[in-house]
């Protein structure tokens, strides 16, 4: 369970997310919440498990485009 | 496939603005396949991607002189389909009553990402073959879906499609600080949804290696 304190910092770390785990964060609040991090287990399975899901939706094959689909779009725009 | 005759999208730009056929087939070479994929992904619907991707492209040809150059090609051909893509989910939310707006059940409504999420088991490294499966695939398609038209589309562009954050608030017409926090939603939400999955999958898992260890 968080205590009050670490649930404040948690709170705090997860408004800094999205900046971290692109690499965009500036550096004093990347050093203060990789502190954080390396005593917060939560959050690091917080970091751990969304920076897998971005992976996970950007490396899961996209569907190609069906042959069919491709052949009638240069059909519709006369470009056989 | 075609040779890329036109090196530099400056070259590009000018044979088809001259009309010429080998530009617009390389600009569909270039760009049809994610066009089609960000259609297919807003709309969930392979017909509607399919007119969606040729109402892009028959408008970007039309539209072709009007094009100033300012943005690149690909973000140009991506706003198109955005805007045709959002006319149709407009219609259906018309047809069903619901708002594009309105947030699902259980995505972060502050905005500010500030819900801390209960779910906490640690499910990162989890080789992929046991997390990609045809169901897990199915729970990830199901989990974008459901996520309100405004976080999708951010996701989508940018996770997905690799924009950058100023190329997707270009799609998008919204600024970059809007990307961000759109983005962050999202992805909390999405990270949710799937750690409601793996966590019964890893337990799983670890249940049934207990006996697979016991016998080599």
């Known amino acids: 369970m968080y205590s009050e304190e670490r649930h404040h910092d948690c709170r705090e770390l997860l408004g800094e997310l999205c900046d ?61 | 496939m075609v040779d890329d005759a036109f090196a530099s999208e400056t070259e590009l730009l000018r044979g088809l603005r001259a009309g010429e056929a080998a530009a617009y087939r390389q600009l569909l070479e270039l760009h049809s396949a994610n066009v089609y994929n960000v259609a297919f992904k807003l709309l969930g619907d392979e017909q509607e991607a399919e007119d969606v991707l040729q109402e892009t492209f028959m408008s970007a040809f039309e539209a072709i002189d009007g094009f100033e150059g300012r943005s690149k090609l690909s973000t140009w051909l991506y706003r198109i389909a955005y805007n045709a893509s959002l006319m149709r989910l407009r219609k259906r939310s018309q047809m069903t009553s619901f708002s594009l707006d309105v947030p699902t059940s259980g995505v972060d409504q502050d905005g500010d990402g500030s819900r801390v999420s209960r779910h906490l088991v640690d499910w990162s490294s989890v080789p992929d073959d046991q997390l990609l499966t045809a169901e897990a695939r199915e729970v990830m398609d199901r989990a974008i879906a459901e996520l309100p038209e405004t976080l999708r589309s951010t996701f989508i562009l940018r996770d997905i499609q690799g924009l950058s954050g100023s190329e997707t608030a270009e799609v998008l017409g919204i600024s970059v600080p809007t990307v961000k926090t759109r983005l962050h939603r999202a992805r909390l939400w999405l990270r949710d949804r799937l750690s409601d999955y ?11 290696a207990i006996p697979a260890n016991r016998g080599s």
């Open chain 2, 198 to 208: 793996f966590d019964e999958g890893a337990r799983g898992v670890r249940a049934a």
């Open chain 1, 20 to 80: 971290y785990v692109d690499g965009e964060l500036e550096a004093a609040l990347c050093a203060e919440l990789e502190a954080h991090l390396a005593e917060c287990p939560d959050c690091r399975i917080m970091v751990d498990t969304l920076r897998r899901t971005i992976v996970l939706y950007r490396t899961q094959s996209q569907p190609a485009m069906p042959d069919d689909v491709r052949t009638r779009l240069y059909r519709v725009l006369k470009l056989e």
